[in-house]
């Protein structure tokens, strides 16, 4: 199965232990692309992920469930069809080479 980039989808939390957390119960829940998690500053981290937007969704709320389990969620937040430029804009770009 192809990972598209259909949907971005972000989650916010605080603390390095619930961000692991939290990649490990997206990557688990459903078929997405974690892109490298953004270190906002005190404790916050926020986790990209990619895919279709289904699994964007099931993976955001997962990761949350978890996080929350952990430490704390801040936000999160599932956008669909997103413009290219906005992956650009804020880094969550793919690096040249990688899939």
């Known amino acids: 199965m192809s990972l598209g980039s259909d ?3 972000l989650l916010e939390v605080h603390g390095l232990a619930a961000a692991v957390g939290a990649v490990d119960a997206m990557a688990k829940a459903a ?4 892109v490298v998690p953004q270190r906002i500053g005190d ?9 279709d937007i289904a699994s964007v ?3 955001v709320e997962a990761g949350a ?14 956008i669909g069809r997103p413009s290219p430029e906005l992956a650009l804009i804020f880094g ?5 080479g990688l899939p």
């Open 7 to 9: 949907a971005m989808g």
């Open 31 to 34: 078929p997405i692309r974690v």
């Open 43 to 51: 404790g916050l981290v926020t986790l990209v992920a990619q895919g």
């Open 57 to 59: 969704r099931e993976a």
């Open 65 to 78: 469930e978890r996080a929350a389990q952990i430490g704390r969620v801040v936000a999160r937040h599932v």
């Open 92 to 96: 969550f770009a793919t690096p040249p």
